[in-house]
């Protein structure tokens, strides 16, 4: 069973358009994330959530907005898109709380915006 | 805030032999986590090993060992008798005790010749 899902695998889409990747977690997990990964393969966080609630936010542009229905999911919605966002998207989760705490991604998003 | 390095962009390997990846990282807080993780070309995120700070004794996982310097910051990955499927970028990450955000390092793509 997969612990981390995500869909689309790969998206492409125009400058412009407004765009939606979902993920999802069978872990239990109360924690989730979204990263960057960029063409340099650097892997920068974006958002975080415990529980539904918004816990770390980095400095991006208001047109990412996170959406977390319920603890299993937290999909990554994308306004207007600009060149600059392609990039690969990777979610998270991890139990949550202090202790050991390691992360499982899902596999992915390749994002294109032509 | 906390920093991760990884001053290795690229290494390479031979079958069978051993290699070291280098990590170092800055902190001011004494109990913490770190973290090697693997990118195959698939994308797919797969951690390898991880290390509790206030464990003196190294993690060991099959092949794989770390080399934890606390004073000196550093937390190395040993792959010994590599394999062509050990060929990928290798992360180092640091977390904090307390909260919930991952820190990376850049990477360092190692290939493993036959």
């Known amino acids: 069973d997969t612990a981390v899902s995500q869909t689309p695998k790969y998206l492409v889409t125009q400058m412009g358009n407004d765009k939606s990747i979902k993920c999802e977690q069978n872990l239990g997990h109360d924690t989730m994330y979204w990263y960057k990964q960029d063409s340099k393969k650097f892997l920068k966080i974006m958002f975080s959530y415990n529980n539904k609630e918004l816990i770390i936010n980095e400095t991006v542009p208001n047109r990412f907005s996170p959406k977390s229905p319920d603890k299993a999911h937290l999909n990554l919605h994308i306004n207007s898109l600009e060149l600059g966002d392609s990039a690969v998207y990777f979610c998270?989760?991890?139990?949550?709380?202090?202790?050991?705490?390691?992360?499982?991604f899902g596999p992915g998003t390749r994002l294109t915006v032509l | 805030a906390q920093t991760v390095t990884q001053s290795q962009p690229e290494m390479s390997v031979q079958e069978a032999e051993t290699v070291t990846l280098s990590c170092t990282y800055d902190?001011?807080?004494?109990?913490?986590?770190l973290f090697w993780y693997k990118q195959p070309p698939s994308r797919q995120m797969i951690l390898v090993i991880r290390q509790e700070a206030y464990k003196q004794q190294n993690a060991t996982e099959n092949r794989f060992s770390v080399n934890f310097q606390k004073a000196a910051k550093s937390f190395s990955l040993k792959i010994s008798d590599s394999q062509l499927g050990d060929a990928a970028m290798y992360f180092c990450?640091?977390?904090?005790?307390?909260?919930?955000?991952?820190?990376f390092g850049t990477g360092t793509s190692l290939t493993v010749i036959p």
């Open positions: 998270a989760s991890s139990l949550g709380g202090v202790g050991t705490d390691t992360q499982y």
């Open positions: 990450a640091y977390r904090r005790k307390t909260g919930n955000q991952f820190y």
């Open positions: 902190t001011s807080e004494s109990d913490y986590y």
